[in-house]
């Protein structure tokens, strides 16, 4: 008997964590693919900060090699981001007393076009954007404009991880 009792929980606890493998730490889940491809992401802006377009490419390829295990190829991915920077707008937020910029805010745009050769059902087109506020006092060069590009790209790349490997 209590052998039996041995075997019983044995077998539900190896049923238990079996079924757990659809999660992992990177919340990814199962990815039927093992290759994705990153077009480079094209400036079409009406105003064009120079190279934000290669820095926004590069920040997605790293983001999803970092958190998966699927290789980066040149062509013939499986998964397949694409597409361009719509939007770079700099607007100032809030005013002093005498009509001066107090805050500014740096948004970007991106349009994603994700393809899914493995499930066709999961490829879409979304827009993504964020925005970076800084000080009217600054300009949008140098160390701010880094700053800024790195909080808006982390947040856009970071949606769209979530919403093409992670599904949340």
Same mark, same amino acid.
């Given at each position: 008997?209590?052998?039996?009792?041995?075997?019983?929980?044995?077998?539900?606890?190896?049923?238990?964590?079996?079924?757990?493998?659809?999660? /992992?730490?990177?919340?990814?889940?199962?990815?039927?693919?093992?290759?994705?491809?990153?077009?480079?992401?094209? /400036?079409?802006?009406?105003?064009?900060?120079?190279?934000?377009?290669?820095?926004?490419?590069?920040?997605?390829?790293?983001?999803?090699?970092?958190?998966?295990?699927?290789?980066?190829? /040149?062509?013939?991915?499986?998964?397949?981001?694409?597409?361009?920077?719509?939007?770079?707008?700099?607007?100032?937020?809030?005013?002093?007393?005498?009509?001066?910029?107090?805050?500014?805010?740096?948004?970007?745009?991106?349009?994603?076009?994700?393809?899914?050769?493995?499930?066709?059902?999961?490829?879409?087109?979304?827009?993504?954007?964020?925005?970076?506020?800084?000080?009217?006092?600054?300009?949008?060069?140098?160390?701010?404009?880094?700053?800024?590009?790195?909080?808006?790209?982390?947040?856009?790349?970071?949606?769209?991880?979530?919403?093409?490997?992670?599904?949340?």
């Amino acid at each position: 008997m209590i052998k039996n009792i041995k075997y019983i929980v044995a077998l539900t606890l190896l049923l238990t964590l079996s079924g757990c493998k659809i999660y /992992n730490f990177t919340g990814t889940g199962q990815i039927d693919a093992k290759t994705f491809q990153v077009n480079y992401f094209i /400036n079409n802006a009406e105003l064009v900060e120079p190279g934000i377009d290669l820095t926004f490419t590069r920040r997605l390829q790293d983001l999803i090699q970092n958190q998966t295990n699927l290789s980066l190829t /040149n062509s013939g991915g499986e998964l397949v981001y694409e597409g361009e920077i719509v939007d770079y707008r700099i607007a100032p937020m809030t005013a002093t007393a005498d009509q001066r910029a107090a805050q500014n805010r740096l948004s970007i745009t991106v349009l994603l076009r994700f393809s899914n050769r493995k499930k066709e059902d999961d490829s879409f087109e979304k827009r993504y954007s964020f925005f970076y506020d800084f000080s009217g006092n600054q300009l949008p060069t140098g160390a701010t404009l880094r700053e800024g590009l790195d909080v808006i790209f982390e947040r856009i790349t970071q949606d769209i991880f979530n919403d093409t490997l992670a599904k949340w």
